[in-house]
């Protein structure tokens, strides 16, 4: 953990009383003492510092003050045809620890009807995962996340709703304009990835997501894993964007 993420109803005041996986972190990993001082962030919220206070049989308490802005939230969303629920499980914080705005998880022809009973699109079972990752970049926001098991009646009737301005590209292996090439379109600044399953979105799908102003990219000819393709694909779009804004690095 690069930061200590606190929730708002665990505060009394500007102390929190931690005896889970945090406390083990700042006591057995960072090694903090009493009066040391780690980073600390409140979820959805600025990031800061905190004093250890008490440290007693494996609890912590820390004196917070969150004076320090969060990062920009991210640029870029996720349309994801919902991979197999193992795939998934680990993907959560690493989505999360790359940083995207909005992750949108869909059915499609070639995902298993079946994928959509797992726990892993409970609330409980990816928040905890999205907030690892979150602690692991040192962020605070939390993506939103949206669930729909028909891929028509999202294109068609929701997706405005959630993505109503910026630039929307198709993600397939083949040969095609680079993301690196179309990033610097985007209206808003903001961009949508579609990433189909492992077997590749069928025709109809690809027709219906360039009818809704969906642009085809790619990456090579290489047909990359799920997880593969997703990171690499949030990797080369922060990059861009990080040029065109006047970054030079990573």
Wanted: proline share 8%; charged share 25%.
């Amino acid at each position: 953990m690069n930061l200590i993420l606190i929730e708002s109803p665990e505060l009394r005041g500007d102390r929190v009383h931690l005896s889970d996986a945090r406390a083990e972190h700042i006591t057995a990993v960072l090694k903090a003492r009493l009066g040391d001082e780690i980073r600390v962030g409140l979820l959805n919220g600025n990031r800061g510092r905190a004093a250890v206070i008490a440290i007693e049989k494996g609890a912590v308490e820390l004196d917070c003050r969150f004076d320090e802005p969060a990062p920009p939230p991210p640029r870029v969303d996720l349309l994801l045809a919902l991979p197999r629920p193992k795939v998934m499980r680990r993907l959560w914080a690493q989505l999360a620890a790359m940083g995207v705005g909005r992750i949108i998880l869909t059915n499609a022809w070639k995902v298993e009807k079946m994928y959509f009973d797992s726990h892993v699109l409970r609330p409980e079972g990816y928040r905890p995962p999205l907030i690892e990752g979150l602690q692991q970049a040192g962020d605070t926001r939390l993506p939103d996340v949206h669930v729909f098991k028909q891929f028509k009646i999202l294109i068609e009737d929701e997706l405005d709703g959630l993505f109503p301005d910026g630039l929307r590209l198709l993600a397939r292996p083949g040969e095609g304009s680079s993301v690196l090439d179309a990033v610097p379109a985007a209206r808003s600044g903001r961009v949508l990835l579609a990433v189909g399953p492992e077997g590749g979105w069928i025709p109809y799908e690809e027709e219906l997501l360039t009818a809704h102003g969906f642009l085809p990219v790619s990456m090579g000819t290489r047909p990359l894993r799920t997880d593969t393709a997703c990171l690499a694909l949030l990797a080369l779009a922060h990059a861009k964007q990080r040029r065109e804004a006047g970054y030079h690095s990573l």
